[in-house]
């Protein structure tokens, strides 16, 4: 900084418009005399609360006005776009609802691989993992066999072998050509030809196949895409195979075709149910039959470009102020394709929630939510591909009472219409505000962390304990174990309300077969429970009568009302709605409320509860509070001063 | 040695050889009478709510930064940041993005609430990339055509008088920077701000007079700019 100079001290008195300047008509009117320093701060921070950004000239020139109405201007702002991000944000910092996950199911990932066609130049062919198939040599596996391309195809897995050329009529027989969903907006007529970039004019401009899958290795664009004969089975009902192989080979056989290892056993199922009816976009359509594949135009899958993870589409990595202002355009894994939408989903919730100004209990409680065309695609189909496996051994084939019912997803939705947003009014029995979403059930897996974040998150309630010792202990019940039971006599039966929702997953765990206390379910002589049994009941919880649901021990009471149990109890606690001010509070304050604040606190929660748990009467009340009006502008000095 | 003398010795000698003695006796503290403790001064307990000026949260920098700079996207405001004129003043957003103080909310990163130098850093280069590319749109004319009208003009919105300028005209121009920046007059900005502001402006533009090379902004932009500078840099500017 230069040294300062002796300047006419014009500075300080001079008036605007004692100035004849040629400001243009942008430039800001002459200061009224009542609009002090404290008033343009209070001014700005308001507009920075509920505009999200700094005022601009001309929005300063029409606060100098003397008819400004700061009531009325608050009041316009309510509701606003700025104002929902910023609510939106004090609950996504708490709730930090974005994947850093990969969700992955062999259901519906494709993956791709060359094969060499009859003229030596590769061809791209794509297929499903664990895809049951007739012949022995490719069942659950590549649909050539590695005598037939010289080469052992496995996804994720390096090739081994030489490539050698496949014959047309190896080709045809085992592969098909398909106008898939993601290069053909009508991929479900007789003869799709609304190609991307081509006769499809006016794609959503946020979706964004990669080129990879657009064009081919000599960059042409790509008509059709060859897949197995079995993955292009456009079949809603199959058939469960059954191969009659029940026992393992011999371990001097050789696997047929060259295949690596033996082809798959028949599980107990198959073997008991050969022939019949199987849902085909349930993971028992993949594991249990052969004309199971991803549907009409492969609407049920999800392609990768690779033998590995593969790229699907372009997306953001970063968008801090919203998917319509992004701050990159990223070629992204298929397996973040969907959790991606998880999170833009939660984030839409929360802004429809304070946008249109919802009793915030919603936020728990709600049935409703919106879905875009890859949200329908996943409720509609994928999301039934998590199950089921060790459920199946419990009579769950297909998810009896998934937490969103497909058939309340809307039916105009593709899955290329990403920006399309529409809302389902109700989701299902068992749907919570964002307790049953998928983003919250990813981000915290298991029951236990469930229950933590609501606790922490909705109560502002934290698991601190006060005693720092862990006694050795044989005790499974950590809410009277010793060191463990500080914390856990609250946690255990709050977790139990999540009991029914499988950990890392969404699938729902109905009571006709999963009861709390299975009887079928017991220890062996050895202490174990059979494989199936311990994927969902808990052995330190069993004996040889019985065996309890994972997590319900804490309160079987609790598990059988389900996270909506959770929900309608939480909101009911008063601490929901002191959490809610303290929280909107603290963040309009920009500090922690103290003590000094109790009286404060205490008249904007009975105004939150008297508006039926309304964020816009708590902020306005906020705004207009003195304690708004003098925070990040308050010393000892000014405090002692009464200023 | 007088025979008490020589017991004394006796007696610590046998102290210090036998253990049973090793340890000290019980203390037994008494109670006596209080003493009053004296007045040494008086601090008086300052119960007044401790309020520090806080960042403006990151989301409203951008989007701040994006108004000023004509209110476009950040992939817009990036490409014209960045220029094709090889100035280098602008990486991407990308690199940015979590020095600015964004939380991850994949990572579970908070928000940073504390600036630390990357962030300082940060701010300079995005305040100087916003000021010389507003220069370029505001006061220069494009080729074949005229500088924007002062009303069109995205933060210089005002006109500039041939030949120097005197404290007297540059007051009003620099309050249409102090409102666009820090949201209020320049009249009710502490003493001399307008003084220092304006020497700022004289050196810049003196020095760059006797630059050499000569610098891709004219002595008179290179001095509006340094103000541009000086303000989107201010603290005012980065708290509330």
């Known amino acids: ?643 | 040695m007088s025979m008490p003398f020589r017991r004394a010795w006796a007696l610590v000698a046998l102290a210090l050889a036998s253990p049973a003695c090793a340890a000290s006796p019980p203390e037994h503290v008494y109670p006596g009478p209080l003493v009053q403790l004296v007045d040494r001064g008086v601090i008086a307990e300052d119960t007044a709510p401790k309020e520090d000026l806080r960042m403006i949260p990151p989301e409203v920098y951008m989007r701040t930064y994006l108004q000023l700079f004509g209110g476009l996207a950040p992939l817009d405001a990036q490409k014209r940041a960045r220029g094709g004129d090889g100035g280098a003043l602008f990486d991407t957003w990308d690199d940015y993005v979590s020095a600015l103080g964004f939380p991850d909310y994949r990572l579970d990163v908070p928000r940073q609430t504390q600036t630390n130098a990357l962030m300082a850093a940060t701010f300079e280069r995005l305040g100087v990339a916003l000021c010389d590319r507003a220069i370029e749109h505001d006061l220069r004319a494009p080729k074949g055509g005229e500088a924007p009208a002062p009303k069109d003009r995205l933060i210089f919105a005002f006109d500039l008088p041939a030949g120097d300028l005197d404290a007297r005209a540059f007051a009003p121009r620099f309050d249409v920077l102090h409102r666009t920046f820090l949201g209020y007059p320049a009249s009710l900005a502490p003493p001399q701000r307008t003084a220092r502001f304006f020497q700022l402006y004289l050196d810049i533009v003196a020095d760059h007079a006797k630059a050499d090379p000569k610098s891709r902004l004219s002595p008179r932009e290179a001095g509006w700019a340094a103000v541009c500078y000086g303000l989107v840099r201010h603290p005012e500017f980065h708290l509330y």
């Open chain 1, 1 to 643: 900084m230069p040294s300062i100079p002796r300047i006419p001290a014009i500075f300080a008195t001079l008036v605007l418009a004692s100035v004849p300047l040629a400001l243009d008509a942008t430039s800001a009117p002459p200061p009224s005399a009542h609009r002090t320093l404290e008033d343009y701060r209070h001014f700005r921070i308001a507009a920075i609360d509920l505009l999200g950004r700094a005022p601009t000239r001309d929005e300063i020139g029409a606060f100098e006005r003397s008819d400004f109405d700061m009531d009325r201007w608050v009041e316009s702002q309510l509701g606003g776009p700025g104002y929902v991000e910023r609510l939106t944000r004090i609950y996504m910092d708490v709730l930090r609802l974005e994947p850093n996950l990969l969700f992955v199911n062999p259901s519906w990932q494709l993956y791709r691989h060359d094969v060499l066609g009859p003229d030596g130049k590769p061809v791209m062919v794509y297929y499903r993992e664990s895809q049951r198939r007739r012949p022995p040599e490719i069942d659950g596996e590549f649909c050539f066999s590695p005598d037939e391309t010289g080469v052992v195809i496995r996804p994720r897995q390096p090739d081994m072998g030489t490539p050698k050329n496949v014959t047309q009529k190896l080709l045809d027989e085992r592969t098909v050509l398909v106008r898939p969903w993601w290069l053909y907006r009508d991929y479900k007529a007789p003869s799709p030809s609304q190609r991307y970039g081509d006769a499809w004019k006016d794609p959503d401009p946020q979706y964004k196949p990669v080129e990879t899958l657009r064009e081919d290795a000599d960059h042409q664009p790509v008509v059709a895409i060859r897949i197995c004969r079995e993955e292009s089975s456009a079949l809603q009902i199959g058939h469960v195979y059954a191969s009659g192989r029940t026992k393992p080979p011999p371990k001097d056989e050789k696997p047929p075709g060259g295949r690596f290892r033996p082809p798959p056993l028949d599980r107990p199922y198959a073997t008991q149910h050969r022939g019949q009816d199987v849902e085909c976009d349930t993971r028992s359509g993949l594991d249990f039959a052969t004309d199971c594949g991803c549907g009409v135009g492969l609407e049920r899958c999800v392609p990768g470009d690779a033998n590995n993870a593969g790229n699907a589409f372009y997306y953001p990595n970063h968008m801090p102020l919203g998917p319509g202002l992004p701050l990159d355009d990223a070629r992204q894994s298929s397996q973040r394709w969907f959790p991606y939408w998880w999170s833009r989903e939660a984030v839409r919730m929360l802004d429809d929630l304070f946008a249109s100004d919802r009793d915030f209990r919603e936020v728990l409680t709600g049935k409703r939510t919106f879905v875009n065309g890859p949200l329908a695609q996943f409720y509609r189909s994928i999301q039934q591909s998590s199950c089921c496996g060790p459920e199946a051994a419990f009579g769950m084939l297909e998810e009896t009472e998934p937490l969103f019912v497909p058939t309340r997803v809307p039916e105009d939705l593709q899955p290329q219409d990403v920006s399309t947003w529409k809302e389902v009014d109700d989701r299902g029995p068992h749907a919570a505000g964002i307790l049953t979403t998928p983003m919250f059930l990813e981000k915290y897996a298991s029951a236990r962390a469930r229950g933590a974040a609501v606790y922490n998150d909705f109560l502002c309630k934290s698991f601190l304990s006060d005693v720092q010792s862990l006694e050795p202990s044989k005790e499974p019940n950590l809410m009277i174990r010793p060191g463990c039971k500080n914390c856990h006599a609250t946690l255990e039966p709050l977790a139990a309300y999540f009991a029914r929702v499988e950990p890392s997953s969404f699938v729902f765990l109905p009571q006709a077969q999963f009861p709390i206390h299975s009887n079928t379910c017991k220890l062996d002589k050895n202490g174990k429970l059979n494989g199936n049994c311990n994927a969902l009941y808990d052995a330190a919880f069993a004996d040889d009568k019985g065996a309890t649901l994972r997590s319900a021990y804490g309160s079987p009471e609790h598990a059988d009302q389900t996270p909506a149990g959770a929900a309608r109890d939480i909101t009911a606690l008063p601490e929901f709605a002191t959490c809610a001010v303290q929280r909107v509070t603290s963040s309009f304050l920009g500090r922690p409320t103290t003590a000094d604040d109790e009286p404060l606190l205490a008249s904007l929660n009975q105004v939150f509860v008297r508006s039926g748990y309304r964020m816009k009467a708590l902020v306005r009340a906020i705004v207009k509070s003195d304690e708004y009006r003098r925070s990040n502008n308050l010393s000892s000095t000014t405090w002692r001063s009464g200023r």
